[in-house]
């Protein structure tokens, strides 16, 4: 009996020494990884932003192994909750980084927040913003296109192209920055720009005509509230037989949308991840990694508008369209 007693002091010793060394070592792979969290701020619901949110958020989960946590906010479209969700995260001590998706919510917490790092996506161009400075805290992907590969792959769709219509967001400074960068560079391809900038709901259907009857083709830049219209913007066009030209490729299956030259909205959530990834996890400074821009995407062309306006991709056009 007594040396039952002993055996199973022994056993029973041994069985705790383990589980203090399992348990320690559990404690260790632990402390070595950093929990972050993450909050992430949307300047409105958009299948681009969408797409954007979940390319950052399955790289950022992959890559860190489930120890980054999200805090997601979305304001619809409001200022007034963009400007209430900067001041939240700014003011939360557990949020190590903040995800600005769109050019409102980028400049949202920017105003506010000047020590953590805030990782962008969908903003167009944040150098001309003042986003990008000497030690600035922002770092992580553009999706501006080249606006002369727009006129180039244009110009041999529609040959006899001569008036383009540019309607943009006179209050969405991205879609505005664009549209002066792209009206520059028809004038530069001797074609004639009409630029028509909307400010509001109840021009919108006025905005539209005045495009369509001045112009051979309607372009639309990177725009969020032009594109919740799209539904409207293409039945006006279909209507008048003439097509638009937009740069998210989400519009391009609408009727009249013609094509699209955008970029991959997922592609470049993920390169704002992999900024994030280096400013939590390698030490690295938001000034020190470059903003990224989304490899060009291939040409996508609405098929049917094609057929309903007869026009047809020339061989030269062919290695780099998509008709969908």
Same mark, same amino acid.
């Given at each position: 009996m007594k040396n039952q007693s002993t055996l199973f002091l022994i056993a029973f010793v041994a069985c705790a020494i383990v589980g203090i060394i399992i348990l320690q070592t559990n404690m260790e792979k632990r402390d070595s990884k950093a929990q972050f969290t993450i909050g992430i701020l949307q300047t409105t619901s958009h299948p681009a932003l969408d797409m954007a949110k979940e390319g950052f958020m399955k790289t950022i989960s992959a890559e860190l192994s489930g120890t980054a946590d999200f805090v997601?906010?979305?304001? #619809?479209? +409001?200022i007034d909750k963009l400007e209430h969700y900067a001041r939240e995260y700014h003011e939360n001590k557990t949020v190590n980084a903040i995800f600005a998706l769109g050019t409102p919510a980028a400049q949202a917490i920017a105003n506010i927040e000047k020590d953590k790092p805030i990782i962008i996506a969908a903003v167009t161009d944040p150098h001309e913003l003042g986003l990008i400075y000497k030690h600035t805290n922002v770092t992580g992907s553009s999706d501006m296109t080249d606006p002369k590969y727009q006129i180039n792959y244009l110009k041999q769709l529609m040959p006899q192209v001569k008036t383009v219509a540019i309607m943009y967001t006179a209050t969405e400074l991205n879609s505005s920055i664009v549209a002066k960068k792209m009206i520059e560079a028809l004038l530069h391809a001797g074609? @004639?720009?009409?630029? /028509?900038? *909307?400010?509001?709901? +109840?021009? #919108?259907? %006025? +905005? /539209?005509?005045? %495009?369509? &009857? @001045? %112009?051979?083709?309607? *372009? /639309?830049?990177?725009?969020?509230t032009l594109s919740s219209m799209i539904q409207t913007i293409a039945q006006r066009a279909h209507k008048s037989k003439k097509p638009v030209w937009v740069c998210d490729n989400t519009l391009v299956a609408h009727q009249s949308i013609l094509a699209s030259y955008g970029i991959d909205y997922e592609t470049n959530g993920i390169q704002a991840a992999r900024a994030a990834i280096a400013v939590l996890t390698e030490n690295k400074k938001p000034y020190e /990694? %470059?903003? &990224?821009?989304a490899p060009k995407d291939i040409l996508l062309i609405n098929k049917k508008t094609l057929r309903e306006l007869q026009l047809k991709v020339p061989v030269e056009l062919e290695p780099w369209a998509k008709l969908v």
């Open positions: 997601c906010r979305n304001a #619809l479209g +409001s074609l @004639n720009p009409l630029e /028509i900038a *909307f400010d509001a709901e +109840s021009t #919108l259907l %006025a +905005s /539209i005509d005045n %495009a369509l &009857t @001045n %112009a051979d083709v309607l *372009f /639309i830049p990177t725009d969020n /990694i %470059a903003v &990224t821009h």
